[in-house]
T-cell receptor, first 113, second 114 residues
Framework: AQSVTQLDSQVPVFEEAPVELRCNYSSSVSVYLFWYVQYPNQGLQLLLKYLSGSTLVKGINGFEAEFNKSQTSFHLRKPSVHISDTAEYFC???????????FGDGTTLTVKP | EAGVAQSPRYKIIEKRQSVAFWCNPISGHATLYWYQQILGQGPKLLIQ????????DSQLPKDRFSAERLKGVDSTLKIQPAKLEDSAVYLC????????????FGPGTRLTVT
């Protein structure tokens, strides 16, 4: 069994400020880790993924995430956000054996001018 | 390349009626997923196909939901009969080589059951 907990349902932040969206997961088997973004009235698209190797992963639009195995976390960060980053962000895991995907409930990032 | 196509985009039905959703994945993508996303929640996997075989359907309410992927290309998801709690967005996604690869999502079908 696996689960994903996104610790903040809503994160308001001012433009050009740094942001961190937190994601913890639980799984009895090895997993791959993903962050997806959903802009208003659009479908989900991949921001970044961790499969193996370096624990710091860089994605699109200046986002990065760090995999911490001991803390079972995969937090998403951006040093300076823009108004256009306002969206819903989903953390997800996929079982490396069976391939089942589990998503968190999402974090709404609102960037204010 | 063309993205994942879904239809219809919106559907309103009364409870106890039936409804069907259609998904056409990206050409060549072997893996197809159906998710249910209830307002305020993340997508919940209903069923995963690898070509035309089912990989996981453990969260599919099989007494009322069914899905098929004939010929390993497009897929249909059916609900019969619908309940009020089935109101949600139904997302279809595909990936080229399985669960460790990026999933490409369609725009979804918003179902309202009254």
């Amino acid at each position: 069994a696996q689960s994903v907990t996104q610790l903040d349902s809503q994160v308001p932040v001012f433009e050009e400020a740094p942001v961190e969206l937190r994601c913890n997961y639980s799984s009895s088997v090895s997993v791959y880790l993903f962050w997806y973004v959903q802009y208003p009235n659009q479908g989900l698209q991949l921001l970044l993924k961790y499969l193996s190797g370096s624990t710091l992963v860089k994605g699109i639009n200046g986002f990065e995430a760090e995999f911490n195995k001991s803390q079972t976390s995969f937090h998403l960060r951006k040093p300076s956000v823009h108004i256009s980053d306002t969206a819903e962000y989903f953390c997800a895991v996929s079982d490396t054996n069976a391939g089942k995907s589990t998503f968190g409930d999402g974090t709404t990032l609102t960037v204010k001018p | 390349e063309a993205g994942v196509a879904q239809s219809p985009r919106y559907k309103i039905i009364e409870k106890r009626q039936s409804v069907a959703f259609w998904c056409n994945p990206i050409s060549g993508h072997a893996t197809l997923y159906w998710y249910q996303q209830i307002l305020g929640q993340g997508p919940k996997l209903l069923i995963q196909f690898q070509n035309n075989g089912v990989v996981d359907d453990s969260q599919l309410p099989k007494d009322r939901f069914s899905a098929e992927r004939l010929k390993g290309v497009d897929s249909t998801l059916k609900i019969q009969p619908a309940k009020l709690e089935d109101s949600a967005v139904y997302l279809c996604a595909s990936s080229s080589r399985g669960f460790n690869y990026e999933q490409y999502f369609g725009p979804g079908t918003r179902l309202t059951v009254t």
